[in-house]
């Protein structure tokens, strides 16, 4: 009895511990939302509470996990364009050998198949950014970068420290 009312204290102890580790301001972000350079590439666009104190909305990570698929989406595409360059050298260097002709079409099918998909991948992940933070899904640029406080950037948005935010229609 004794041995396992230690255990789930010393559990427990465990589980608390790192809560005293939240009071901790790192003051990284000096911005309402954080830089690549402050943050890293990942985490670029966060909010400066989830940089700074670790208090993350839903929209902060979807932000990193849109960062995140957006780089292997850029990854998989570099991939697509080496393999039409591979299917290309073969059907060029193939001086009519029919084996090579088909061994490059089918590199060049290949890399058309994946490239589809990764297209499908990118629009998947931008509607489900989209959806899920902005709470709607607009076809108007959402990019605030450069412009002023205060410019339009979609349906009931408008920039604010070159973020484009949702804002409340005025009622009358």
Known sequence: MKRCVAIILTLLSFLTL?????AYSSDIC????????E???F???ISKECGNLGN?????????????????????GSLVLLFYVIGGFWW?????????VTKGKN???????????VLFAYIVVEFLLRSLTLGTVSLENESCL??????????NAQCLAEVCTQIQPKTE
């Open 18 to 22: 790192p809560i005293a580790g939240f």
């Open 107 to 117: 590199y060049i099918k290949i890399s058309t198949i994946g490239l589809l998909i």
């Open 39 to 41: 943050v890293g590439r």
């Open 146 to 155: 450069g412009k002023s406080d205060g410019t339009s950037c979609g349906t």
């Open 92 to 100: 060029l260097t193939s001086h009519g050998d029919p084996g090579w």
């Open 30 to 37: 000096k911005g309402n939302v954080c830089q690549a350079s």
């Open 43 to 45: 985490m670029q666009g």
């Open 56 to 76: 993350c909305s839903l929209g902060d990570i979807m932000i990193v996990f849109s960062d995140v698929a957006l780089f292997i989406l850029g990854i998989v």
